[in-house]
């Protein structure tokens, strides 16, 4: 499973035209805890999205 850090997070934010405050960043993140999972055998992510370093699916 790959977790963006919130850094990474604020800035495709506010690469989207977004400007979250904390408290927006919380409600989100409190919010994902709700979404479900990949499918079963889903190996790609997003289009676009990177690996974390190490990730053995690169």
């Known amino acids: 499973m790959h977790r963006m850090h919130l850094e990474e997070l604020t800035r495709r ?6 400007d979250p405050t ?3 960043v919380a409600d989100a993140l ?6 479900p999972g990949p499918p079963p055998g889903d ?4 289009e676009g999205a ?3 370093p190490g990730d053995p699916r690169r």
């Open 30 to 35: 409190w919010l994902s805890q709700w979404l």
């Open 50 to 52: 990177e690996r974390p």
């Open 43 to 46: 190996q790609e992510g997003p």
């Open 22 to 24: 904390a408290e927006d």
């Open 13 to 18: 934010l506010r690469a989207g035209g977004q």
